[in-house]
């Protein structure tokens, strides 16, 4: 069993930067994660992910080039750093784990979670 808790979520000024930070209990290294986040009345949505390696990344078109998604396995954590927020980031953020998957892979808009966080909100006001 795997607990995962975000946090790092707030309100920020758009241009502004902020970093979330995923913690996890069990064998983290074991896990692909991915980040996705849900505006108020839109569907959930995949927003990167990382490999179980590290060395593979993954974004989706809103948000390449401005966030960067990171994992300390020593620290059993994933960071997502969140650089130039738009108010179009604004969203409830969510860090979830997909294991069975081989050491490179790398998750993606297809990624099926085996477990979720409780998320973290990230308000950006133009």
């Known amino acids: 069993q795997v607990r995962m808790k975000e946090s790092g979520g707030g309100l920020v000024q758009a241009g502004g930067s902020l970093r979330l930070s995923c913690t996890t209990t069990?064998?983290?290294?074991?896990?692909?994660i991915g980040w996705f986040r849900q505006a108020p009345g839109a569907e959930r949505e995949w927003v990167s992910g990382?490999?179980?390696?590290?060395?593979?990344?993954a974004y989706s078109d809103s948000v390449k080039g401005r966030f960067t998604i990171s994992r300390d396995d020593t620290e059993n954590a994933v960071y997502l750093q969140m650089d130039r927020l738009k108010p179009e980031d604004t969203a409830m953020y969510y860090c979830?784990?997909?294991?069975?998957?081989?050491?490179?892979?790398?998750?993606?808009?297809?990624?099926?979670?085996?477990?979720w966080g409780q998320g973290t909100q990230v308000t950006v006001s133009s």
């Open positions: 069990g064998y983290f290294d074991l896990y692909a």
């Open positions: 979830a784990a997909q294991r069975g998957q081989a050491w490179d892979y790398c998750p993606d808009s297809s990624m099926r979670p085996n477990y």
């Open positions: 990382i490999s179980r390696s590290g060395s593979n990344t």
